[in-house]
Each structure stands twice: as C-alpha cells, then as structure tokens.
C-alpha cells in the first residue's frame, strides 16, 4: 500500500518569511498526490492536488507544489506566509487504481510568527 | 448547498461500552470514508462505502463497523470501546470513481474514560 512521510512535525516561520513543507510518499504504482491544511478544531481542507500533466501544481492561498517522481518528493511552498496561515498541514497519497484511498502524513505544525 | 455534516460534534463514552456516529455526505456525492485521527497524528483510513457496501478497509479491528444507507449517508459503530479510540472521527465524501478531492465534515471527538 500506499505511504507518506512528512519530514518536519514542526515549521516555525516569521511572518512574511517563505516556507517549505517537505513531502515524500512510498508507492509501488502511479499515484495522486495532496495537501490539505487542518484549522483548530475544523475538518479537513484541500489546498492542491496533483493528478498528471505539470509537476508544479498551484493551490489556493498563494500555496504550490512541485511533485517529483526521480525523488518520490511533493514539497509544498508559499513565498512569503502570513499569520492566518497557522495550521496543521497533511501530506496525502492514493493509488491511481484506487484513487479514493487516501492516505496521510503525520502532519507538519506550520507556526507563523509576528 | 450543504457540505460533509457528522453528528454528534463531541460525546464521552466509558470502556466496554460501543458508540455509533452518523455522517451525511456532501449532496451529489455517494462514497464515504471514515478517518480516525488520534491526537497530534494524521487522519487514518478506517474503510470507505461505495453502493451501500463496504469497498475498502484499513488496518483497523472489527470492532469497527460501518454501514451505508440508500441515501448515501453512513454510520460508523465501535464495539467494547477501549481507552486507546479516543480520537477525532473524520468522515469524508466523494463521488465514487472520480479522482483527487475528499470533502471532509468537522468530526466526532470520541473520548474514552
């Protein structure tokens, strides 16, 4: 089956700072790839998906992706972060055969600071 | 256009006893996946329903049952509950068969005493 690893549990950054949120996943067969951003207390939200085509993939909130199959990376980066952008940030996989078996990260505690 | 509803928000249970939790899928939508995501961890896939049957399963006991119903909603039902369930139960939606995003409802905190 399917699996990620996200590097870092804890990201702190000063406000207006870039950012990047490393990535890798483990899969014997073709994959799409996600990130999806955890406010306190609330569900899930997506950010960006990668399916196929262009491996720089954009999201909303000025967030982007770069999906690297030589690396079996997906980092995710914003140029510069605000402080509503404090949040728990999971890594997801699924298999292209079952593409509804989604699988996640540990999580990566962005903390933009002032 | 309603999203992902999961009832109830928050519930406290004691060991032993078994729980049931509901979720109604985003309209249009017809498969449903339950996540438990313990605290400070990432959602882990429970089992998804797809045509009221159970489609697929993680790495989780049988104490875990879900079901379907015919207007796509489901229930997710833990059996001799242990102090180690406690967790967030997240449900999400999807239209079976499409790829990429899952719609995720606000969860069920379960706590065990």
């Known amino acids: 089956a399917q699996s990620v690893t996200q590097l870092d549990s804890q990201v702190p950054v000063f406000e207006e700072a870039p950012v990047e949120l490393r990535c890798n996943y483990s899969?014997?067969?073709?994959?799409?790839l996600f990130w999806y951003v955890q406010y306190p207390n609330q569900g899930l939200q997506l950010l960006l998906k990668y399916l196929s085509g262009s491996t720089l993939v954009k999201g909303i909130n000025g967030f982007e992706a770069e999906f690297n199959k030589s690396q079996t990376s997906f980092h995710l980066r914003k140029p510069s972060v605000h402080i509503s952008d404090t949040a728990e940030y999971f890594c997801?996989?699924?298999?292209?055969?079952?593409?509804?078996?989604?699988?996640f990260g540990a999580g990566t505690r962005l903390t933009v600071k002032p | 256009d309603a999203g992902v509803t999961q009832s109830p928000t928050h519930l406290i249970k004691t060991r032993g006893q078994q729980v049931t939790l509901r979720c109604s899928p985003k309209?249009?939508?017809?498969?449903v996946s339950w996540y438990q995501q313990a605290l400070g961890q990432g959602p882990q896939f429970i089992f998804q329903?797809?045509?009221?049957?159970?489609?697929q399963r993680g790495n989780f006991p049988d104490r875990f049952s879900g079901h379907q119903f015919p207007n796509y909603s489901s229930e997710l039902n833990v059996n001799a509950l242990l102090l180690g369930d406690s967790a967030l139960y997240l449900c999400?939606?999807?239209?079976?068969?499409?790829?990429?995003?899952?719609?995720f409802g606000e969860g069920s905190r379960l706590t065990v005493l």
């Open positions: 309209s249009g939508h017809d498969t």
């Open positions: 329903y797809y045509e009221e049957e159970e489609r």
């Open positions: 999400a939606s999807t239209i079976g068969g499409h790829t990429g995003e899952l719609f």
């Open positions: 899969s014997s067969v073709s994959v799409y």
């Open positions: 997801a996989v699924s298999q292209t055969s079952t593409p509804n078996d989604m699988r």
